[in-house]
């Protein structure tokens, strides 16, 4: 069992129920439905047939709703595209135009006021430039910097300005009503630029009646500007090297995701490092060399979790793409632990000391005595989620009675989820341990485990004993 998660976006290319089931198999922990593209109701059928898959094989499975953000588009252009050169000129007007290589408007006609002389739109992706030269009441008039293709639809990104606008929208707010009447694991919210939106989406989710985990999406200069308060403020970080190497200087994002990575391991945080990880599998069946680099390098920066995008969604090789991502991974878990490489939290990371202080130990434990594996009873899956952070050379099996818990459970590195009651004696509470290790054949009879509880077995989050155990010793 690899110990990296891997999350894989659905798409047409893998919405089916076969192709679910070859994709969890091929080692898929997470499923990403991507409210940008589709409807509710294929993703309402999408998460029917995860759910049902995932059942049928016996798999924990999580899925992650994300929110589309205030993303900039450009409207509707003739005839769907248009090429435009380097120095030529063009508007950006605040109406709701047909674009053509005259003018362009947007989805977000207010940015004509929010917009400097001298700043710049970078269209999609980056690839066409345009620098504002003059401003207008009704629009901005700039000249192309570096010239393409302009196509309906295609985002717009303004690195040097400042927009005064909410991190949800109508579509948003319409869309995480859903997703928390569905029971989806967690949200995750583009384009975060500070705390106060993560606090916004709670809000939010309040409304509606629940709240769900929050993956804060870093892809702004602001959100590297507050990112300690992001980080404090989510569940779940994931690195969105999409739009920040296009927000931020290309050449410094590798440095951007090693200090994201670093500070969220010191936080006892989940991450994510997602975007184009194995793109060139869109259309091939192999990667390329660089990308089999950045992977392991994501992993080695103390990454939770790799995801899939079009690779999954729209690509021709999806389950190819899953199980390159998982030889990648097992390669280079397997050097961490030949190298001896394990890691910190920041005393600093959890609200309760005891619970640090019990996984610390736990991990050492485990080292030390070379156990077999972590057992852990979890009612909402806190201590796991430390543990898991703090990256032990040993399978964590994180035991819960939660349905929700152990699915959530699937995003933390290097823990098997497992659904059981816990027994409210000790005794009886080892024997249910040791049958289900027995079972599944993750430990033999006499075989050294360390468990993690609470003496309080009635009580939800006292997690504050550590057993060294012998499975089968009563």
């Given at each position: 069992m690899i110990r990296t998660k891997i999350i894989a976006t659905v798409g047409p290319a893998s919405d089916s129920s076969e192709m679910i089931g070859l994709l969890i198999d091929a080692g898929v922990d997470v499923f990403r439905l991507n409210f940008s593209h589709g409807t509710l109701a294929q993703h309402g059928e999408a998460l029917e047939r995860i759910r049902a898959v995932g059942g049928d094989r016996g798999a924990t499975v999580a899925v992650m709703g994300d929110l589309c953000g205030p993303k900039i588009r450009v409207g509707e252009v003739d005839d769907g595209m248009f090429e435009i050169a380097y120095g030529d000129g063009i508007d950006v007007v605040a109406g709701d135009?047909?674009?053509?290589?005259?003018?362009?408007?947007?989805?977000?006609?207010?940015?004509?006021?929010?917009?400097?002389?001298?700043?710049?739109?970078?269209?999609?992706?980056?690839?066409?430039?345009?620098?504002?030269?003059?401003?207008?009441?009704?629009?901005?008039?700039?000249?192309?910097?570096?010239?393409?293709?302009?196509?309906?639809?295609?985002?717009?990104?303004?690195?040097?300005?400042?927009?005064?606008?909410?991190?949800?929208?109508?579509?948003?707010?319409?869309?995480?009503?859903?997703?928390?009447?569905?029971?989806?694991?967690?949200?995750?919210?583009?384009?975060?630029?500070?705390?106060?939106?993560?606090?916004?989406?709670?809000?939010?989710?309040?409304?509606?009646?629940?709240?769900?985990?929050?993956?804060?999406?870093?892809?702004?200069?602001?959100?590297?500007?507050?990112?300690?308060?992001?980080?404090?403020?989510?569940?779940?970080?994931?690195?969105?090297?999409?739009?920040?190497?296009?927000?931020?200087?290309?050449?410094?994002?590798?440095?951007?995701?090693?200090?994201?990575?670093?500070?969220?391991?010191?936080?006892?945080?989940?991450?994510?490092?997602?975007?184009?990880?194995?793109?060139s599998m869109v259309e091939h069946s192999t990667a390329t060399r660089a990308e089999v680099s950045d992977v392991a390098n994501a992993i080695l920066d103390s990454a939770d979790c790799v995801m899939l995008s079009a690779e999954t969604s729209v690509g021709a090789h999806p389950v190819a793409a899953v199980r390159m991502m998982a030889r990648i991974a097992e390669q280079t878990e397997a050097y961490l632990t030949r190298s001896g490489a394990f890691a910190e939290m920041d005393t600093d990371a959890s609200a309760n000391p005891v619970v640090t202080a019990v996984v610390h130990a736990a991990n050492l434990v485990a080292r030390e005595l070379r156990a077999k594996l972590i057992a852990v009873w979890t009612d909402q899956g806190y201590t796991v989620r430390l543990l898991s952070k703090c990256r032990p050379n040993r399978p964590v099996i994180g035991l819960s009675p939660d349905d929700r818990t152990c699915r959530r459970m699937a995003m933390y590195y290097g823990t098997s989820p497992v659904r059981m009651e816990q027994p409210a004696e000790l005794a009886p509470m080892m024997r249910a341990v040791d049958e289900l290790l027995l079972a599944r054949g993750w430990a033999a009879r006499g075989d050294l485990v360390v468990v993690v509880a609470g003496t309080r077995l009635e009580a939800a989050g006292a997690t504050n004993s550590l057993l060294i155990h012998l499975v089968g010793d009563e």
């Open positions: 135009v047909v674009g053509n290589a005259e003018r362009i408007s947007t989805n977000r006609p207010e940015l004509i006021r929010e917009v400097g002389v001298g700043h710049r739109l970078l269209i999609d992706d980056g690839l066409v430039w345009l620098r504002v030269e003059r401003v207008t009441a009704d629009r901005l008039r700039c000249v192309c910097e570096a010239g393409g293709a302009i196509s309906t639809r295609k985002g717009v990104n303004l690195p040097d300005s400042e927009l005064a606008m909410s991190a949800l929208t109508d579509k948003d707010e319409q869309d995480l009503t859903w997703a928390v009447e569905h029971g989806v694991d967690y949200v995750a919210l583009s384009f975060v630029r500070r705390a106060e939106d993560v606090a916004e989406l709670r809000q939010v989710m309040r409304r509606v009646g629940a709240e769900l985990p929050v993956v804060a999406k870093i892809e702004t200069p602001q959100a590297i500007e507050h990112l300690g308060g992001i980080i404090d403020a989510a569940d779940v970080v994931l690195v969105a090297r999409g739009d920040l190497g296009v927000e931020m200087d290309l050449a410094r994002l590798p440095l951007l995701q090693k200090e994201i990575t670093a500070e969220c391991q010191k936080a006892g945080k989940p991450v994510i490092v997602a975007t184009q990880m194995l793109q």
